[in-house]
């Protein structure tokens, strides 16, 4: 079990709650899911539930953690020390040959994890899949997983829903995949910040994704009509109210100087009509509010990008892939025309971002069109020592600069983290500088590699339906079925022969 007891953390740089005075029980067998826009504490949360000493350096935090039992806790990206371990050097201290059954589950054979072969050449699919069997073979009794799914392949996708369903064990985790927390999750915890992100609310329902989602769209909706009920018969009210006022203020007025007697009834009931007014003013201070939503993220590309349905994008040919002198798959043929959608799946550690860079190689010096890259490791793209308005305001003129933070304030930037450096924002929003690259750029091919895996469950079907609708070309790599399901029109798998085009 695991006992969260009024848990409030700042951020030290802005003193922006992330929470209030928490509290939460996970009992055995709940699988609890932490929903929440990008830059919201997901992440921070789960650290601080593992560890307080994880985030000291930028949180001001307090309350307690009850654990009954051994915690296992999966980050979000793999530390940058454990790259240049081997792999039998991070499983050294592991009883791997007592679970192989967990070996065979992950698609991990014995020769590969007990290989000289570094951490640092693995792909991130193959990354969590390490990390994953190395925290289970712990026999652990409660698990927290920060985006588990990350980089994963389909079949392994499966296995981990799978596995988390079957679990009696208490599981506490952070996905941005849909499909995999609809099938799994029984409890939602959703982290919001409200009134422009001045206050943090967390809502905790036990109940599956769809019905949270449907529960909360009804209790809105019932919030919001009896809120402007209220309104609209206090406005009937004080209308009424006001003719009553001016009416007997006539009265005294006309009436008093002739008839003292009737002067005196209708100071009585002018007293009385003030106190019915200030009876109604009491009454609204007690009306309900109107619901507090954290607002979606705007997202759309020009709906004048368009390229010609036989326009040539892309023919590729390769007799091989390799990493090195690792020969991953050969003949491998694409042909890319128009406004196409297309997506290649496959096993970890295929290749798949490798052929991305190698399309990217081939693309982005075109001069008949105008391709952007969002990779897999945004570092590779983003300077992280700039601000996301460097970063985007290119030329850095005053039209630049208030086009971009305009667009960001559409993606929930603050202030803040418009004009602090790229490198402490979280994953998610520094997938939304990527994006929002490509918007302001016009950009009319994208290449993507996973390009909806940092975004959360509520921005992601904003985000596919702006690429759904994308007049360009996407040449994209994804693991997410609802990405593959609304975006794509045509899926490849990569295998070690190739490109098979595969049906939807």
Request: charged residues 30%; hydrophobic residues 35%.
């Given at each position: ?76 990206t793999m530390e940058e020390s454990c790259d240049v371990l081997s792999l039998a050097e991070y499983f050294e201290d592991s009883e791997y040959y007592m679970h192989t059954d967990i070996l065979a589950k992950l698609g991990l054979s014995i020769d590969f994890i007990l290989s000289e072969q570094k951490l640092g050449t693995l792909s991130g699919g193959e990354k969590v899949k ?375």
């Amino acid at each position: 079990m695991l006992e969260l007891k009024n848990i409030t953390i700042s951020l030290k740089k802005d003193e922006r709650d992330i929470t209030d005075n928490f509290s939460f029980t996970l009992n055995r067998g709940e699988k609890a899911v932490i929903i929440g826009e990008e830059g919201n504490g997901k992440s921070t949360l789960l650290k601080f539930i593992y560890g307080q000493n994880l985030i000291e350096e930028y949180c001001n935090c307090s309350g307690e953690v009850i654990t009954r039992g051994k915690m296992a806790y999966l980050p979000q990206t793999m530390e940058e020390s454990c790259d240049v371990l081997s792999l039998a050097e991070y499983f050294e201290d592991s009883e791997y040959y007592m679970h192989t059954d967990i070996l065979a589950k992950l698609g991990l054979s014995i020769d590969f994890i007990l290989s000289e072969q570094k951490l640092g050449t693995l792909s991130g699919g193959e990354k969590v899949k390490v990390q994953l069997a190395r925290l289970l073979m712990g026999e652990p009794d409660i698990l927290l997983l920060d985006e588990p799914t990350n980089d994963l392949d389909i079949s392994t996708l499966q296995w981990l829903e799978a596995f988390i369903n079957d679990s009696r064990l208490p599981i506490l985790y952070i996905s941005h995949d849909e499909t995999l927390i609809e099938n799994t999750a029984n409890v939602i915890i959703h982290m919001e910040q409200i009134v422009r992100k001045t206050k943090c609310r967390i809502s905790v329902a036990r109940c599956s994704y769809r019905e949270y989602l449907s529960r909360r769209r009804s209790a809105f909706a019932h919030q919001e009509q009896v809120a402007q009920k209220q309104r609209d018969d206090y406005d009937k009210q004080m209308e009424k109210w006001r003719r009553i006022y001016n009416r007997v203020d006539h009265e005294q007025e006309v009436v008093s100087r002739q008839n003292p007697g009737a002067g005196r009834l209708l100071k009585k009931k002018m007293h009385n009509v003030l106190s019915m007014g200030r009876r109604f003013e009491r009454e609204k201070e007690n009306f309900l509010d109107f619901p507090q939503e954290e607002e979606a993220i705007l997202a759309r590309f020009d709906e004048s990008i368009h390229l010609p349905s036989g326009k040539r994008i892309l023919d590729f040919s390769a007799d091989m892939l390799c990493i090195k002198e690792r020969v991953l798959s050969q003949n491998l043929k694409l042909y890319v025309s128009g406004n196409e959608h297309i997506c290649i799946i496959g096993r970890n550690g295929i290749g798949k971002s490798t052929l991305l860079k190698m399309l990217w190689d081939e693309l982005k010096d075109r001069q008949d069109i105008t391709a952007a890259y969002m990779p897999q490791n945004y570092s590779e793209a983003l300077d992280f020592d700039k601000t996301p308005t460097q970063y985007l305001a290119e030329n850095y003129s005053k039209a630049d600069v208030t086009k971009a933070r305009t667009y960001m304030g559409g993606m929930k930037f603050t202030h803040e983290e418009m004009n602090g450096k790229i490198e402490n924002l979280s994953g998610g929003q520094k997938a939304k500088i990527l994006f929002l690259d490509m918007v302001l750029h016009r950009s009319d091919v994208l290449l993507l590699d996973e390009p909806t895996r940092n975004f959360s469950p509520l921005s992601s079907p904003v985000v596919r339906a702006a690429l759904r609708n994308f007049g360009g070309c996407i040449i994209s790599v994804s693991h997410d079925r609802k990405y593959l399901d609304e975006v794509c029109d045509k899926v490849y798998e990569l295998s070690g022969n190739g490109l098979v085009s595969i049906s939807k």
